[in-house]
């Protein structure tokens, strides 16, 4: 009786074995690749990048149809920096390489309201993962509106970022 369950163990062991050996390599590196894209999704949700750089994103709490994600968007920030637009990231990602993509998000400095400081903070893996996510959303090329030095008034509706002190 022991004898049988302990052949059945082995036997089982081994076709496990067998299973590992033959696993594709190359169905290995799409898993991972996979894997990677849904990261970055992830992150693009939970890292607030879709809040700014997707059209009404904030006002839909998130109900916004992934086609639109990370476009861009014509709705300005205007504080003292003047008045300024979230990128569309298609565009822009698709103009640089993995790497070069990590260089400069190493380094980023933007203008208000865009929190440079924590992409700065990711790590290797997830900037990587947040390409690959860019670049496997389809090419769109939204104009944004240019940026708008302060003092001259925005041509687009905008949100007026400037604290305010309480009426007395
Ligand atoms: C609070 C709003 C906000 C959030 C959140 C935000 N961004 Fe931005 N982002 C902006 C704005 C506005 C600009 C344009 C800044 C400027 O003109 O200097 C910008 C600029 C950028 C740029 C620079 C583009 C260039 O032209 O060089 C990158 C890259 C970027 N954002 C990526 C991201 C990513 C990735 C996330 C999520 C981790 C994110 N942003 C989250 C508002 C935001």
């Excluded at 074995?17 to 290995?28: H, I, K, N, Q």
């Excluded at 998130?62 to 920096?81: A, T, Y």
């Excluded at 670049?135 to 003092?151: E, K, N, Q």
Aim: net charge neutral; aromatic share 8%.
């Amino acid at each position: 009786m022991t004898r049988w369950v302990l052949i059945g163990i082995t036997a089982l062991g081994l076709s496990g074995l067998l299973a590992t050996v033959t696993l594709d390599p190359s169905e290995m590196g799409a898993a991972a690749a996979t894997d990677s894209i849904e990261r970055g999704r992830y992150l693009a949700k939970i890292g607030g990048c879709n809040d700014c750089h997707t059209p009404n994103y904030l006002e839909k709490a998130g109900n916004v149809p992934e086609d639109r994600w990370l476009i861009g968007d014509s709705l300005g920030f205007n504080g003292p920096w003047g008045t300024t637009y979230p990128t569309n990231l298609r565009q822009l990602l698709r103009t640089m390489s993995e790497d070069e993509w990590v260089k400069s998000a190493r380094t980023i400095e933007t203008r208000p309201p865009m929190p440079w400081f924590n992409l700065r903070a990711m790590t290797e893996a997830d900037l990587r993962a947040i390409h690959r996510y860019v670049l496997s959303l389809p090419a769109d090329d939204t104009p944004v509106p240019d940026y708008v030095p302060p003092g001259r008034p925005p041509k687009t509706p905008h949100i007026v970022f400037v604290p305010q002190a309480p009426k007395p």
